[in-house]
């Protein structure tokens, strides 16, 4: 069975740091280019994040450039997000999506992304 896992979420000051990561089982991540969305309530989707199955394309939205890092550690089948600086406007609920339908790159859009994870909660305030 395949699935993505998040975790690292939590409660955090204005300013402050955490490292989400998406865990897969059943199938190996770096076959795949992993997306990163979220989801705030009463908004739709957003892309925050990607990385291509090379890990050598990498897109972020304008939000969080600057802000944000993702990279895989193949080694432990996992991609993490590293936020930094954060804001209460990126308090969301966060998932990691991954797909095989992309070759080289990775897009900010949820369609190409097959698998979903079950999501992770990530609260900014003071």
């Known amino acids: 069975q395949l699935q993505l896992v998040e975790s690292g979420g939590g409660l955090v000051q204005p300013g402050g740091s955490l490292r989400l990561s998406c865990a897969a089982s059943g199938f190996r991540l770096d076959n795949y280019a992993i997306g990163w969305f979220r989801q705030a309530p009463g908004k739709e989707r957003e892309g925050v994040s990607c990385i291509g199955r090379s890990g050598g394309s990498t897109n972020y939205a304008d939000s969080v450039k600057g802000r944000f890092t993702i990279s895989r550690e193949n080694a432990k089948n996992t991609v993490y997000l590293q936020m930094n600086s954060l804001k209460a406007e990126d308090t969301a609920v966060y998932y990691c999506?991954?797909?095989?339908?992309?070759?080289?790159?990775?897009?900010?859009?949820?369609?190409?992304?097959?698998?979903w994870g079950q999501g992770t909660q990530v609260t900014v305030s003071s």
């Open positions: 999506a991954a797909t095989k339908n992309l070759i080289g790159l990775c897009v900010l859009y949820p369609p190409p992304y097959d698998y």
